[in-house]
């Protein structure tokens, strides 16, 4: 074996002899500290403290190794070897660095190691340390373990240790509490342990109550508002008890064969109730949709949102309503729609193929999404606002329908003022190509167009028709009538009317242009728009029979801008009927003759009356602590059982009342329950207040009023 092999062989054994010494030395008070913990706290308290001891031992030895290094091997060698001449440092160098001189010398030494005797070099045993350590961690363990339960350090407890007897405990008191707090796992809400008896948790929260009590009782028990019990188990010097929160709550703790508690106080348990998802359309922008012209897709886009989660896929329901009238159909399909986004909101979005699904003219297309939220068991759905996609179907080819019906504000044919200025556009183009005649014969032909188009406005404002031009009458032709459709010139037929029949003189020679028909037709807002459109289409009219379609094409535009406001109108105006009534029977005029009459009188409805019994529990509640035996305590819960859905906290009466029989002394808590009561106390009914007429100025007012009214 080399001189280097045996020297690493020493140096581990050194470092291996310093890690089992400090490890003899440190255990007997990891031992000591172990027992403790698990004597005062269990074995939780005892696992962690073995645990940071036996690391805390660990780094100390590692440090204290790390020390052995081939320094401190040189320096004992050179110590415990004269052999060696000081020389050990030699062995350890690079060869190569090394003077022939001092490779004699690494030569020698390797020689003398190897025939010599074993190189030791661990260092000694710290005994002192450990000895003292054992015997101290022995005597501390016995003490320990031969100590008794632990009790809380107070004067009885210590008077009952060095033998002294004393009294009776008077009261229990509640040495530790403790409760766990675990909400239902689809909330994603960590468990909680809280030093407090009162908890806020979600629904379905599952409760676990620890308590410790001095002294122990036989039984207890959990005893809430509602009459319901839950018993608590003993495990040692421990109570458990564990229930699931339903509804909110108020519950004390009750001990039986024990002194009553040091402080009997309501413990509150607060209930949060899972609210149900929000869903919000945010593509479309409206509920009404009308379909674009060569729209072959609709986007559809909702927003959800919960307080706990949201399911990943919702359902998508699409129903489309093809038909009108008795004759309408429904189609109906679900699609699974997969949202986007964190668990507590998310959006759907979808794209509908209207092609795919049939969606024809004249037919609707609604949308609704629903969603369920992560709630186990029994998860919450919710369905948003609808929205509808239609189809509009071809006006021109409906009915127009009987007198009374709804009429549309502008037939189709309103849309002509447009191909009217496309016409004129595209005879100014070509201009230069057209004879003279030509191009003045087409502007004329479109300046007619418009005259047509101007004339079936004017049907609207109750304008006359305009006929042909005629020629002017003759001495050997009877003068023909114009070509007006109201036929102003008509003669005069045999039968004549008489003198002083107004309507019949107007029916035979004239007509009515402001014909209540006509006239109500429109709203007048939308009726002046129209006269400025056939002011517009006049213009253009003129220009365009002139042979200058340049000069028409401004007023055109403008005649189609008043058309495009008349077409977006949403009101139409229908002729009023009046009212008819029954002619009166002036036989029975100041007779008081009542027979036949429908309606002898109004039946008198009855007014709500206050309830008697909360406003007499309010007056019992007075401020006098004399006077608690006025208050009934029953009358009072069944009252607010009664009407417990009016109370916005219900618990807070409970707790209010349970101050107050507990203690009937006790003026604050009058006020508190007298302070809940106020809000429902019905509303006292107006009255007028008598004046109070005793004083100088109000006599002096009476006086002068009798004077007056005296004669």
Not at 54 to 73: F, G, K, Q, S, Y
Not at 356 to 364: F, I, N, Y
Not at 546 to 564: C, H, N, S, T, V
Not at 653 to 673: G, M
Request: proline share 7%.
């Amino acid at each position: 074996m080399s001189a280097v092999t045996l020297l690493r062989d020493a140096l581990r054994r050194a470092r291996a002899r310093r890690g089992f010494d400090v490890a003899l030395a440190c255990l007997p008070w990891i031992a000591i500290a172990t027992v403790l913990a698990w004597r005062l706290e269990g074995w939780r308290a005892a696992s962690l403290v073995a645990l940071v001891s036996i690391a805390a031992m660990v780094t100390l030895a590692r440090h204290r190794i790390r020390r052995l290094d081939n320094t401190w091997l040189v320096r004992e060698l050179d110590a415990q070897r004269p052999e060696l001449e000081d020389s050990t440092d030699l062995l350890f160098a690079p060869p190569d660095k090394l003077t022939p001189l001092e490779r004699l010398q690494v030569t020698r030494l390797q020689s003398r190691l190897e025939a010599g005797r074993a190189i030791d070099v661990r260092p000694g045993w710290s005994k002192r340390a450990i000895v003292l350590g054992l015997a101290f961690a022995a005597l501390s363990i016995t003490a320990i373990l031969a100590w008794p339960a632990r009790q809380p350090v107070t004067f009885d407890n210590v008077l009952a240790n060095i033998g002294v007897a004393t009294t009776a405990p008077t009261h229990t008191r509640v040495v530790e509490q403790q409760l766990h707090v675990a909400p239902p796992s689809y909330t994603r809400l960590p468990a909680r342990d809280t030093a407090t008896l009162d908890a806020k948790a979600p629904q379905g929260t599952r409760l676990q109550w620890t308590l410790r009590f001095a002294p122990q009782p036989k039984a207890a028990e959990l005893v809430f508002h509602d009459g319901r019990r839950v018993a608590l188990a003993r495990d040692g010097d421990a109570w458990h008890a564990a229930d699931v929160l339903a509804r909110s709550a108020l519950y004390r703790i009750v001990l039986h064969d024990a002194p009553p508690l040091q402080a009997s106080t309501l413990h509150r348990l607060d209930a949060i109730a899972d609210r149900p998802p929000e869903l919000r359309v945010v593509d479309p922008d409206r509920g009404l949709t009308l379909m674009q012209s060569g729209q072959r897709s609709w986007a559809l886009a909702f927003e959800g949102s919960d307080d706990y989660g949201l399911s990943p896929n919702a359902r998508l329901r699409i129903t489309v309503a093809h038909g009108s009238g008795e004759a309408i159909e429904f189609r109906e399909q679900e699609v699974g729609v997969t949202g986007a986004g964190p668990a507590t909101s998310k959006r759907y979005v979808r794209r509908l193929d209207l092609g795919a699904l049939g969606l024809a003219e004249g037919d609707d297309l609604v949308v609704q999404l629903r969603v369920d939220d992560n709630r186990s068991p029994g998860p919450q759905s919710v369905r948003s606002a609808s929205v509808i996609l239609r189809w509009p179907p071809d006006l021109g080819a409906e009915a127009t329908g009987v007198e009374g019906m709804v009429k549309k504000v502008l037939p189709a044919y309103f849309r002509s003022q447009r191909q009217i200025i496309i016409d004129a556009e595209a005879l100014l183009k070509q201009k230069r190509t057209l004879a003279s005649e030509r191009y003045l014969k087409r502007s004329d032909e479109i300046g007619v167009d418009q005259r047509i188009l101007r004339m079936r406005y004017g049907q609207f404002l109750g304008e006359e028709a305009e006929g042909e031009p005629q020629a002017p009458p003759t001495n050997d032709q009877t003068a023909a009538p114009p070509a007006d459709d109201h036929d102003h010139a008509a003669a005069k037929p045999a039968d004549a009317p008489a003198f002083g029949q107004d309507t019949a003189v107007e029916q035979q020679f004239g007509h009515t242009h402001d014909q209540p028909e006509a006239a109500t037709l429109l709203d007048p807002e939308t009726r002046a728009t129209l006269k400025q459109a056939l002011d517009q289409m006049w213009q253009s009219e003129q220009h365009l029979r002139q042979g200058k379609p340049e000069d028409a094409l401004p007023y055109a535009y403008r005649a189609l801008g008043f058309i495009k406001q008349v077409q977006q109108a949403t009101r139409i105006y229908l002729a009023r009927v009046g009212t008819e009534l029954p002619p009166i029977d002036e036989s029975r005029r100041m007779s008081g003759d009542r027979a036949g009459l429908a309606r002898s009188g109004d039946a008198l409805a009855s007014a709500t009356v206050p309830d008697p019994e909360l406003a007499g529990l309010w007056r019992a509640l007075d401020e006098v602590p004399g006077a608690s035996s006025d208050v009934d305590y029953a009358s009072l819960e069944r009252w607010l059982r009664d009407h417990q859905s009016e109370l916005r906290d219900p618990l807070s009466f409970v707790a209010a009342i349970e101050a107050l029989r507990a203690d009937p002394h006790c003026v604050q808590c009058r006020r508190d329950l007298r302070a809940l009561l106020w809000p429902l106390l019905p509303r006292p009914a107006a009255n007028v207040q008598r004046r109070e007429g005793d004083d100088a100025t109000s006599r002096r007012y009476l006086d002068a009023l009798r004077e007056a009214r005296a004669p």
